[in-house]
């Protein structure tokens, strides 16, 4: 069924909003915008707040069952991407990505913008953190921001993750992936968590669909141990559920 949450009015979101939600965190003060912020000091953050803040905890027990009906809210991804670059940009590791790699969720159409890491992992689900998290940011024509959420648990290796490490440089740019498939970051089956969010960095803005799969994937300790050479703690700490519905959308691939 569609979401029975109460969106805001679709507005075309400040070119400056993007790019905040592209910014994890460094170690200790990471810079967004000309305003600093400190992980270690998340109190301390005066930027824009609101009721509807991210991340939240998850819990299947406490999520109301997104039932079928006639509308088709699944996630459909274009898997391949071309010319993406790797930047370790002194927040997080991430992957911008060349204009034309869309994905349709909850039966809209929205354009990928790039992908990121946190760790630990920002949301909680079920009462567990992982050792990392994806942020897979995507923008409509609106303007309107969603995000796909992939968590990450100790295991067997995952080769596109490597793929991705071995491009990091700590100053300037790397070469490109001439192609990078993005399924390979992402469970076969797509059950999530739906809600709506906001920016996990300053300014905090609101109005950020959030959709977080429940089926996490598998990084070996030896890349997690790669990614923590680079970045240990860069994600925010939990927030309010407040009032908000939180739906829980199952895939028909269970």
């Known amino acids: 069924m569609k979401s029975t949450m109460h969106f805001f009015c679709d507005k075309v979101l400040p070119t400056m909003l993007l790019s905040t939600i592209m910014l994890a965190g460094a170690t200790p003060v990471a810079k967004a915008e000309g305003a600093h912020f400190d992980y270690a000091h998340q109190a301390a953050w005066s930027e824009v707040h609101g009721e509807r803040q991210s991340p939240i ?11 079928d ?16 670059i790797v930047a370790d940009n002194s927040h997080t590791i991430q992957v ?5 790699n869309f994905a349709t969720i909850r039966g ?15 949301h909680v689900l079920n009462g567990k953190r992982y050792p990392l998290e994806l942020h897979l940011v995507y923008k409509a024509k609106n303007g309107r921001l969603a995000v796909i959420g992939v968590l990450f648990n100790e295991g067997p290796a995952n080769p596109a993750f490597d793929a991705i490490m071995r491009r990091v440089v700590r100053a300037g740019q790397a070469e490109p992936m001439r192609e990078f498939d993005i399924s390979q970051l992402l469970p076969a089956n797509l059950s999530y968590f ?18 977080v799969l429940s089926n996490p994937i598998t ?10 050479r680079y970045y240990t703690a860069n994600s925010r700490d939990l927030q309010p559920r407040n009032d908000r519905e939180v739906l829980y959308h199952q895939d028909a691939k269970r």
């Open 219 to 228: 990084l070996s300790s030896a890349q997690l141990d790669d990614f923590h």
């Open 96 to 100: 911008n990505v060349s204009p034309g």
């Open 69 to 84: 009906d006639d509308a088709d809210d699944s996630i459909r991804i274009s898997r391949k991407t071309r010319e993406a």
């Open 194 to 211: 739906h809600y709506l969010g906001s920016l996990t960095t300053p300014p905090l803005s609101q109005n950020v669909e959030w959709h």
């Open 108 to 122: 809209r159409r929205f354009q990928l913008q790039q992908f990121h890491f946190h760790t630990p992992s920002e």
């Open 57 to 67: 905890a998850l819990d299947l027990d406490k999520a109301a069952p997104d039932l």
